[in-house]
T-cell receptor, first 114, second 114 residues
Framework: DSGVTQTPKHLITATGQRVTLRCSPR?????VYWYQQSLDQGLQFLIH???????AKGNILERFSAQQFPDLHSELNLSSLELGDSALYFC?????????????FGQGTRLTVV | AQKITQTQPGMFVQEKEAVTLDCTYD???????LFWYKQPSSGEMIFLIY??????QNATEGRYSLNFQKARKSANLVISASQLGDSAMYFC???????????FGAGTRLFVKA
């Protein structure tokens, strides 16, 4: 168990809908990262938050947004869902955000858009 | 731009033998971290090992070691005494120390034969 908790584990929803994925980082970790893993795109970095502030953006669509709350948990909001958004969404956390600290991953949320 | 290349889509190894998974990277930064993760069929991402760009010695963690050749920009993972439970996807990743974006390679699927 990495200590990173993601809910829900599975989510099935229809096209056009909006969903929220939740992540609780390991105790004491200030950084949260979101990734999307799909068969065709591999593991793609979406966004990084450090202590409530957005620090880096990757290949995140405008339909997607995220935030990190004062208690350090994070939510990833996906709206106007399309079939191609079906993927495994990971959250990871680390104490700091620099390159010399490893990040620990949650179990992921498997999103299926039908 | 940062890039991670894993040229072996699949690898076979006999149980109890050692195996090397290749990873080359490209970055213009001098300070960065390199990571390896394991993803079993259950889907979770498990952190294995970390190497800092300024570390003079190769990182080791139990049966895992990282063969770091900075001039060649390679960070190969060596798994000694392979076990059946090592069968999984393995991802190489990099994060620049001053930045917060982590990029992943396409992964190598390792099959351990009994």
């Amino acid at each position: 168990d990495s200590g990173v908790t993601q809910t829900p584990k599975h989510l099935i929803t229809a096209t056009g809908q909006r969903v929220t994925l939740r992540c609780s980082p390991r105790s004491g970790d200030l950084s949260v990262y979101w990734y999307q893993q799909s068969l065709d795109q591999g593991l793609q970095f979406l966004i990084h938050y450090y202590n409530g502030e957005e620090r880096a953006k990757g290949n995140i669509l405008e339909r997607f947004s995220a935030q990190q709350f004062p208690d350090l948990h994070s939510e990833l909001n996906l709206s106007s869902l399309e079939l191609g958004d079906s993927a495994l969404y990971f959250c990871a956390s680390s104490f700091l955000g620099q390159g010399n600290t490893e990040a620990f991953f949650g179990q992921g949320t498997r999103l299926t858009v039908v | 731009a940062q890039k991670i290349t894993q040229t072996q889509p699949g690898m076979f190894v006999q149980e109890k033998e050692a195996v090397t998974l290749d990873c080359t990277y490209d970055t213009s930064d001098q300070s960065y971290g390199l990571f390896w993760y394991k993803q079993p069929s259950s889907g979770e991402m498990i952190f294995l090992i970390y190497q800092g760009s300024y570390d003079e010695q190769n990182a080791t963690e139990g049966r895992y070691s990282l063969n770091f050749q900075k001039a060649r920009k390679s960070a190969n993972l060596v798994i000694s005494a392979s076990q059946l439970g090592d069968s999984a996807m393995y991802f190489c990743a990099m994060r620049e120390t001053g930045g917060f974006k982590t990029i992943f390679g396409a992964g190598t699927r390792l099959f351990v034969k009994a």
